[in-house]
């Protein structure tokens, strides 16, 4: 391990001082402006900053500046979410930045001042988390947690945790990657004391159910997922919640790899190669036949659209494979504005006209009756069990998706409303050599070959 210089590594992915000094002026400035503004509108909240900014945990160029204001719990619901919203808007207008407001569990309003986003997120002040009133309020909890019990030594291991898991694919709790959240990285670091010391402990003991409980709550029965990592200041919560079972398990391989030959490249981007070309030629080796079915992606906040799109794309590959057509594979990708695409890979694409479908034991009579009306003369006895043949609904995919993607059959199909919306008013399906054929851009050209290439950046 003397190979790796994580010194020179923390250099590159450390913020600059001139870039701490820059961004804890701005967030100043930003407390400063709503505080002020609240008290002349005689609004009772208080800014805070909160998030990877106020614990020192950012990354170098990626300083997302969080700001909570908060009201007593008194405080009306409506009210808290009206004047919250219109602080944050007043603030971003005054700083002469873009905003916007968003809606996940709770609003908050999103901006852009001086080339840095900036949230504001009204919520309530609680002192612990039995007086919780909405998701977002233990944030507050969270950062206090953690700036009281990570040193300034710890804060360069999160850094080195959060990169690497970035190069890797695993960071960010988002529904788009289904990974690890910058606090659970945090978590990870005062659990096993360094970022060497949490590929250890991935590498070589982590199995499903895994369970970090820093302060001993004794609550991980509660969860039933792949890490459970009982939230510090709320016992009744699994930070890792959002840690889906494939980024967990990328994670742990990551980690096996980097001990094995451990390389300072794991803690930068991977130059991958690749054009329409090469993908092509990847995807006819297979023997495969591969379909994208292309749609407008709804407009509904971007945590909604992925699970709705991972949704519709799983039931798509169910109700395929029950009409006896065999999926190799399959993915989705989303630019969240204009497209959205669900790859899937068929292994059996064309099917005999006719199946044999099974019916009841000759010794329940009842039901052997109601079969032989149904199918009299075509039915034969195998074993002691009766079949027919029956034509087949779907002989190809291509007449899979053209029956099941209309008004009167998309009901097979589980997925959002806002998902069946759009594919409804417009869809294509496109065979995965007609896609290459066009004008792909440069994402659609990695999602694909990321699909072909499933560990691609789990190694160097």
Same mark, same amino acid.
């Given at each position: 391990?003397?190979?790796?210089?994580?010194?020179?590594?923390?250099?590159?992915?450390?913020?600059?001082?001139?870039?701490?000094?820059?961004?804890?002026?701005?967030?100043?400035?930003?407390?400063?402006?709503?505080?002020? #503004?609240?008290?002349?509108?005689?609004?009772?909240?208080?800014?805070?900053?909160?998030?990877?900014?106020?614990?020192?945990?950012?990354?170098?160029?990626?300083?997302?500046?969080?700001?909570?204001?908060?009201?007593?719990?008194? %405080?009306?619901?409506?009210?808290?979410?009206?004047?919250?919203?219109?602080?944050?808007?007043?603030?971003?207008?005054?700083?002469?930045?873009?905003?916007?407001?968003?809606?996940?569990?709770?609003?908050?309003?999103?901006? #852009?001042?001086?080339?840095?986003?900036?949230?504001?997120?009204?919520?309530?002040?609680?002192?612990?988390?039995?007086?919780?009133?909405?998701?977002?309020?233990?944030?507050?909890?969270?950062?206090?947690?953690?700036?009281?019990?990570?040193?300034?030594?710890?804060?360069?291991?999160?850094?080195?945790?959060?990169?690497?898991?970035?190069?890797?694919?695993?960071?960010?709790?988002?529904?788009?990657?289904?990974?690890?959240?910058?606090?659970?990285?945090?978590?990870?670091?005062?659990?096993?004391?360094?970022?060497?010391?949490?590929?250890?402990?991935?590498?070589?003991?982590?199995?499903?159910?895994?369970?970090?409980?820093?302060?001993?709550?004794? #609550?991980?029965?509660?969860?039933?997922?792949?890490?459970?990592?009982?939230?510090?200041?709320?016992?009744?919560?699994?930070?890792?919640?959002?840690?889906?079972?494939?980024?967990?398990?990328?994670?742990?391989?990551?980690?096996?790899?980097?001990?094995?030959?451990?390389?300072?490249?794991?803690?930068?981007?991977?130059?991958?190669?690749?054009?329409?070309?090469?993908?092509?030629?990847?995807?006819?080796?297979?023997?495969?036949?591969?379909?994208?079915? %292309?749609?407008?992606?709804?407009?509904?906040?971007?945590?909604?659209?992925?699970?709705?799109?991972?949704?519709?794309?799983?039931?798509?590959?169910?109700?395929?494979?029950?009409?006896?057509?065999?999926? #190799?594979?399959?993915?989705?990708? %989303?630019?969240?504005?204009?497209?959205?695409?669900?790859?899937?890979?068929?292994?059996?694409?064309?099917?005999?006209?006719?199946?044999?479908?099974?019916?009841?034991?000759?010794?329940?009579?009842?039901?052997?009756?109601?079969?032989?009306?149904?199918?009299?003369?075509?039915?034969?006895?195998?074993?002691?069990?009766?079949?027919?043949?029956?034509?087949?609904?779907?002989?190809?995919?291509?007449?899979?998706?053209?029956?099941?993607?209309?008004?009167?059959?998309?009901?097979?199909?589980?997925?959002?409303?806002?998902?069946?919306?759009?594919?409804?008013?417009?869809?294509?399906?496109?065979?995965?050599?007609?896609?290459?054929?066009?004008?792909?851009?440069?994402?659609?050209?990695?999602?694909?070959?990321?699909?072909?290439?499933?560990?691609?950046?789990?190694?160097?």
């Amino acid at each position: 391990m003397a190979d790796i210089n994580f010194d020179r590594i923390l250099e590159d992915i450390k913020p600059t001082e001139t870039e701490k000094k820059r961004v804890m002026e701005l967030s100043d400035e930003l407390i400063k402006n709503l505080n002020e #503004t609240a008290s002349r509108k005689g609004a009772e909240a208080e800014a805070v900053l909160v998030g990877s900014v106020a614990k020192s945990t950012w990354l170098a160029g990626k300083a997302d500046i969080d700001i909570f204001m908060e009201f007593s719990l008194d %405080t009306d619901e409506s009210y808290l979410k009206r004047c919250g919203l219109k602080l944050g808007h007043n603030c971003i207008e005054t700083m002469g930045g873009t905003a916007e407001e968003r809606y996940a569990s709770h609003p908050y309003v999103t901006g #852009t001042i001086e080339g840095y986003e900036v949230d504001f997120v009204p919520c309530y002040f609680i002192e612990d988390a039995s007086q919780l009133k909405s998701a977002v309020d233990r944030t507050i909890l969270h950062t206090q947690y953690i700036k009281k019990h990570l040193d300034k030594k710890q804060e360069d291991e999160v850094l080195l945790l959060k990169r690497f898991m970035e190069c890797v694919g695993t960071y960010g709790s988002e529904f788009k990657v289904g990974g690890f959240s910058g606090y659970l990285c945090e978590l990870m670091v005062l659990e096993y004391g360094t970022f060497m010391g949490v590929l250890g402990a991935a590498s070589s003991s982590w199995r499903y159910g895994q369970i970090v409980d820093l302060e001993n709550h004794g #609550t991980a029965e509660l969860f039933k997922d792949p890490l459970v990592a009982v939230d510090p200041v709320d016992k009744n919560r699994n930070v890792a919640a959002a840690l889906n079972l494939q980024k967990m398990s990328d994670f742990i391989v990551a980690s096996e790899n980097f001990l094995k030959n451990p390389s300072e490249r794991y803690f930068y981007p991977k130059d991958l190669e690749f054009h329409s070309e090469s993908v092509k030629k990847e995807f006819l080796k297979r023997g495969t036949k591969t379909f994208i079915l %292309t749609f407008r992606p709804p407009d509904i906040p971007a945590d909604a659209v992925y699970p709705q799109i991972r949704k519709t794309e799983k039931s798509i590959v169910k109700v395929a494979e029950s009409h006896g057509f065999t999926v #190799t594979g399959s993915d989705s990708w %989303t630019d969240e504005d204009d497209e959205a695409m669900i790859l899937v890979e068929f292994e059996t694409w064309k099917l005999p006209t006719m199946r044999k479908h099974s019916g009841p034991q000759i010794w329940f009579k009842e039901h052997q009756e109601r079969f032989l009306e149904k199918y009299s003369g075509k039915a034969w006895v195998e074993g002691d069990r009766w079949v027919v043949e029956v034509p087949r609904t779907y002989e190809s995919v291509e007449a899979f998706f053209e029956g099941v993607l209309t008004p009167n059959k998309i009901g097979y199909l589980r997925f959002g409303k806002h998902v069946k919306t759009e594919i409804l008013k417009e869809h294509q399906l496109l065979d995965i050599n007609e896609l290459l054929e066009s004008q792909c851009d440069g994402e659609v050209l990695r999602f694909l070959y990321l699909y072909l290439n499933k560990n691609e950046l789990l190694w160097r």
